[in-house]
């Protein structure tokens, strides 16, 4: 979050500050992207405070299926007593904290009535806690920042009447083109700092203006399909420009063919040919280009595509006669033949950052098989309208003490990267030759290995405590464990493992939304549901940090049923059908590989006939 070199973000901090003097709560709007979760989390941190808990926060990320139980805490299992778990808001009213109200209009008018108790002026007094069964006093420094999307956006509730008139309500500041400008200066010179081994230069301060210029043109053309620009996809394009992994080999790739591309990317092809002159102007105009320098530009984005061998240097994937990505990694089937639109998504998906989230949207058939090219490792979950929270992210599930051993075991090899040693150590476990200082080294050999985010230290140093700390016990309640269960979102990050999600656009958005923040920026995800400290300790639910060994891929055949929110944290790729000649080649390939009795005739009939189909059912 920069906000030194902006007028407007330092009176909006100096708001938030004057409103937690005078005690009253907050509820900042504002569209998806400009900085509201940020900011509040960046205002937290630095506020003034007694608390000594690190962040000065607790967040809680809101949606349709939010429950009073998740954010006030609820009852659990530990040592075979039935203790009370406090949730985020509790903890926040219990320690002065700030509670940031993430989403906050996406749960329902219901949810946000029961937190009312918390809205109340009741600071320093006693109040009585759902399912706690007794009283708490509210510490003075507590304070609750509620940040949502405006009405209208896709899945928002108005709040209700009977705790509306509790908040005092803040437009997110709208930034002027000098404060944008120095804005993306600062995005530039972090991103720069981190992955480049070299200053800040006046280049790049230029660059940094220039694309300011070009996103605030762009907003206000207002065209369908150009999506509206945010800070988000400003910090995408500059992690594209200076990628952290530099293994990637760029052959005259210039940051303007970075926002070219990016700009026209999520564009079907129907629409590329007209939005395309709007765009040649501001690009013209935002980098002061000369005809001849966008002519090549241009020609470059329009060109198909094509493998060349250029001396000395390797296979390449061109645009245009100077413009390439090295991709000496290229499966060979790709090489042998001319498949310019599979190659179009794959310069495409080229561009991008290792680290972002894409989404390939179009009615090919090889979404999912161009996913599994770029993550030939990933897990691929095909998901539906009755996929859920708890089977993504995970859910708390009873076990015996003995089942829970074994279940620690397998996630401490799961997340140190040593899934072949599961079977091996459950098996000393049960035969009472597992040593402790046996599992403690791997440990602190994956530690030092620097292959494990620090955020999931607190997991495997909790998880071999417990292992080694519980005891069996006659008694069936004290012999009952109630630990967190992952899901396959929460199973993937945790192993580093990344996933291709089909048909993303049939999971509802309530389920999706829950995972906003996966998907943001930095990709971290706050695990509120795990009440019983699991995978998080008490005072910090957050994993962060760990995207270098997860990214996600998602299918889709049309995304209007995603919201706006949704599809500004991934980067649309548009996809295209294959041409005929193209699926023929395909379809002889599929022949061969499957050693099918098929001759030439037959493929033309096939041929023949998918044609013909596609277009008499093109319209319906």
């Not at 989390?41 to 926060?57: I, L």
């Not at 220039?210 to 999506?227: E, F, G, H, P, T």
């Amino acid at each position: 979050f920069f906000y030194e070199d902006s007028p407007k973000l330092l009176s909006f901090l100096a708001t938030l500050c004057a409103y937690t003097i005078i005690e009253q709560h907050v509820c900042i709007t504002g569209p998806t992207g400009a900085g509201k979760t940020s900011s509040t989390r960046a205002f937290a941190k630095m506020r003034p405070r007694r608390s000594n808990f690190e962040s000065g926060f607790q967040m809680h990320s809101f949606h349709s299926g939010t429950k009073p139980s998740h954010f006030f805490g609820t009852t659990t299992l530990m040592d075979g007593q039935i203790i009370f778990n406090d949730g985020t808001l509790t903890k926040a009213l219990k320690h002065g904290l700030v509670f940031i109200a993430d989403e906050f209009n996406l749960s329902t008018q219901q949810v946000m009535k029961s937190l009312s108790l918390a809205l109340d002026p009741t600071i320093g007094q006693n109040v009585y806690i759902p399912g706690i069964g007794q009283n708490i006093t509210i510490s003075p420094e507590f304070h609750f920042i509620a940040c949502q999307n405006a009405i209208g956006t896709l899945g928002r509730n108005a709040i209700p009447d009977s705790i509306a008139q509790r908040f005092v309500y803040i437009d997110y500041p709208e930034q002027n083109e000098a404060d944008i400008q120095n804005i993306c200066i600062s995005i530039l010179k972090e991103i720069i700092t981190e992955n480049c081994s070299r200053p800040f230069k006046q280049p790049d301060e230029t660059l940094a203006k220039q694309v300011a210029r070009y996103m605030i043109r762009l907003n206000r053309m207002s065209k369908s399909y150009l999506s509206q620009w945010s800070l988000r996809d400003i910090t995408k394009i500059f992690r594209r420009i200076y990628p952290q992994n530099t293994y990637k080999k760029f052959r005259n790739i210039t940051p303007i063919h970075h926002v070219l591309f990016y700009t026209m990317e999520p564009i079907p092809i129907n629409y590329v040919e007209s939005l395309l002159s709007d765009v040649k102007e501001i690009l013209q105009t935002s980098f002061n280009l000369t005809a001849n320098e966008l002519s090549e530009y241009i020609d470059c984005f329009t060109s198909p595509p094509e493998i060349r061998e250029i001396p000395n240097e390797g296979l390449f994937l061109m645009k245009g006669s100077q413009s390439g990505i090295a991709v000496n990694r290229i499966n060979q089937l790709f090489i042998d033949k001319t498949l310019p639109t599979l190659w179009n998504a794959m310069f495409h998906i080229y561009l991008s950052d290792d680290k972002e989230p894409i989404i390939l949207r179009g009615n090919s058939g090889f979404k999912t098989f161009l996913s599994q090219q770029f993550l030939p490792k990933a897990q691929t979950i095909t998901l539906n309208q009755e996929t859920t929270i708890a089977q993504l992210l995970g859910a708390s599930a009873f076990m015996t003490t003995e089942e829970a051993k074994l279940f620690y075991i397998e996630w401490i090899c799961n997340i140190i990267h040593k899934d072949s040693l599961i079977i091996e150590l459950r098996d000393k476990w049960t035969n009472g030759t597992l040593a402790k200082n046996e599992l403690d080294q791997l440990i602190f050999d994956a530690k030092r290995s620097g292959n494990i985010p620090s955020s999931f230290f607190y997991a495997i140093d909790h998880l071999n405590e417990e292992l080694f700390s519980r005891a069996n016990n006659d008694c069936v309640l004290s012999n009952t464990v109630l630990e967190f269960r992952p899901g396959i979102f929460l199973s993937s990050i945790l192993q580093g493992k990344s996933l291709i999600l089909k048909n993303l656009a049939n999971l509802p958005t309530e389920v999706l939304e829950r995972f906003n923040e996966l998907f943001s920026g930095k990709q971290n995800i706050t695990l509120s549901e795990d009440i019983h400290n699991t995978f998080t300790a008490t005072d910090n639910k957050e994993l962060s940090n760990f995207n270098d060994n997860f990214r996600v891929f998602a299918t889709c055949t049309d995304s209007s049923k995603l919201s706006e929110a949704v599809l500004s944290r991934f980067s649309v790729i548009s996809v295209s059908d294959y041409k005929p000649e193209e699926e023929k080649f395909v379809l002889i390939s599929y022949i061969q590989m499957k050693r099918l009795l098929f001759n030439q005739d037959d493929i033309e009939v096939l041929s023949r006939f998918a044609e013909s189909y596609k277009e008499t059912f093109k319209h319906h």
